[in-house]
């Protein structure tokens, strides 16, 4: 009988060795999160806002979209016209909106500024952050 006993407490043991060691191993495991509890702020999305005029478009942007890109975007959906010239080291210059051009003669040109601030680099370097209003005005520069 104790022999027995000895081979039933016995059996508990290991049992309850390996199913805590089961339970150690689950609870210390460093697994791959799911999509819900990915932190990867490169993942995250932003609100940007995008005002020329009277026209005035709001999105949802992945991070790290450019000024330019979003106007690109816009213009894909035939809600803004622009063009300009790609300088290689520079960056790409804005010429024209909705069909207003830049007016070297009379000293007009295509501003553009980020929350209400005058923007110190250029559409394609600028990396919009999250609810950025980007305002393009017609107008001439202080500089």
Known sequence: MMKKNYFISAIVII????????YYFLLNN???????Q??????????????????IETKILKNGTTAFQFMQMLK??????FSGTDYPDM??????IN???????????WMYYINDQPAV???SAYVLKNNDRITW???KPNF
């Open 15 to 22: 049992i309850l060795i390996v199913s805590g060691g089961v």
């Open 30 to 36: 460093k697994t791959t999160p799911t999509v819900n």
């Open 38 to 55: 990915q932190t990867d702020k490169t993942e995250q999305n932003i609100g940007a806002t995008m005002e020329v005029g009277e026209k």
């Open 76 to 81: 894909e959906e035939s809600k803004l016209s």
């Open 91 to 96: 960056g790409f210059f804005v010429e024209e």
């Open 99 to 109: 069909g207003i051009k830049n007016d070297s003669k009379q000293n007009y040109y």
């Open 121 to 123: 680099e250029g559409i």
């Open 137 to 139: 005005k017609y107008e």
